[in-house]
């Protein structure tokens, strides 16, 4: 599930499950010019994230959190009440 400021998206399919890389991204992503990007991982934290993608936030000055779901949907809810913040989270594992 991706969770914009204006919109949900679901589902959210990726190549591999539980491997996110920067073609798994939605192209209207960056378009959407967020503060911050929340990854979450799956409940448990299965999802493992390219160092790419890492990079490729870096690139564009956009801050990114990986953590479990468990724990970043709180984080995308604190956040989102001051800064524009998109969510993508991995629902299982």
């Known amino acids: ?24 991204l939605p192209k209207d992503l960056i378009d959407s010019k967020p503060d911050e990007i929340v990854i979450g991982t799956g409940y448990s934290g299965v999802m493992k994230v ?12 956009i801050e990114l959190i990986i953590e479990p779901t468990s724990i970043a949907w709180q ?7 001051s800064k524009k ?3 993508l989270f991995h629902l299982t594992c």
């Open 50 to 61: 390219s160092p790419k993608i890492k990079e490729y936030f870096k690139s564009q000055n």
């Open 85 to 87: 913040v998109i969510a």
């Open 75 to 81: 984080t995308y809810n604190q956040l989102s009440q």
């Open 1 to 24: 599930m991706i969770i914009y400021p204006d919109k949900i998206f679901t589902p959210w399919q990726r190549k591999e499950g539980h491997y996110l890389e920067v073609a798994d």
